[in-house]
């Protein structure tokens, strides 16, 4: 079985912390009703709740990735999960912006704890500290704005 975990490269940090900065941004704009038209943006809120939904389908994919580098009984349920992020972000854009937000938001929630589950044995410890502190971010901008989009609709 192959459990062996790599060092936690700093451009990964870096990068991963980075992805952060569109939900601050649009879920700030989306708070303060600032317009982002200009910049091509017609919704700050649509923009978040898609840019969420893409994020999902990516930390999906950290399964499949870990799953094709391992030989562990894990291995199977790994691949099989990864798909199941992005199709709940798929069906989670058929609703509401506020429904899919707070769902989007609860999905993040929802898979740091599988991530913690099924990769503490696979993945750098610093890799899931960073997943918390991640997921605590979005979840919080993905949740202020469905409640924006509450009290401005």
Known sequence: MNTQRQSFPLLAKALGYGGLIPFVVLSACEATGINL???????????????????????GAVHWGVALQITSSKRNLLFVYSV??????????????????????????AMLFV?????????????????????????VCLFLAAFRVDVAG
């Open 37 to 59: 038209a200009t910049l091509g943006i017609a919704d700050a809120a649509g923009a978040l709740l898609v840019y969420a939904a893409v994020i999902i389908s990516f930390i």
């Open 84 to 109: 199941i992020p992005v199709l709940v972000a798929w069906l989670l854009m058929f609703f509401s912006l506020k429904v899919s937000l707070l769902g989007l938001g609860l999905t993040i929630v």
């Open 115 to 139: 991530d913690r589950w099924l990769l503490s044995d696979f993945v750098s410890p610093d890799y899931l500290k960073m997943r918390v502190h991640l997921s605590f971010v979005v979840a």
